[in-house]
């Protein structure tokens, strides 16, 4: 059973910098991609950054590229999102979410990924 557990949210002054964690187990293969989603109330899940784990490659949506940083320890099976230069935008609710292995996927639509973890809270304010 594939389970998906977030840690690192909280409140930070814009500017700061938070790690999101995301532990993942119960993964048989290595070929599917695991992403970070965030959202507001009222609004659509918004793709934030994506990876091919079974090739390595990252990809972040306009909004985040240069400040956000994606990666992920192999021997630990955890998904990390470093966020620099935070900004009041970036305030949302943050999920961990992966594919099932071996299936077609759209790194933008999360619909496309079937496991995902509890969310943890974002707040940049001063």
């Known amino acids: 059973q594939v389970q998906l557990v977030e840690s690192g949210g909280g409140l930070v002054q814009p500017g700061g910098s938070l790690r999101l964690s995301c532990a993942a187990s119960?993964?048989?293969?290595?070929?599917?991609?695991i992403a970070w989603f965030r959202q507001v109330p009222g609004k659509e899940r918004e793709g934030v950054s994506c990876?091919?784990?079974?090739?390595?490659?990252?990809f972040y949506s306009d909004s985040v590229k240069g400040r956000f940083t994606m990666s992920r320890d192999n021997a630990k099976n955890t998904a990390y999102l470093q966020m620099n230069s935070l900004r009041p935008e970036d305030t949302a609710q943050y999920y961990c979410?992966?594919?099932?292995?071996?299936?077609?996927?759209?790194?933008?639509?999360?619909?496309?990924?079937?496991?995902w973890g509890q969310g943890t809270q974002v707040t940049v304010s001063s």
């Open positions: 119960g993964f048989t293969s290595d070929y599917y991609a």
């Open positions: 979410a992966a594919t099932e292995p071996f299936t077609n996927y759209d790194c933008w639509n999360p619909g496309d990924f079937s496991h």
């Open positions: 990876m091919r784990v079974y090739e390595g490659s990252i």
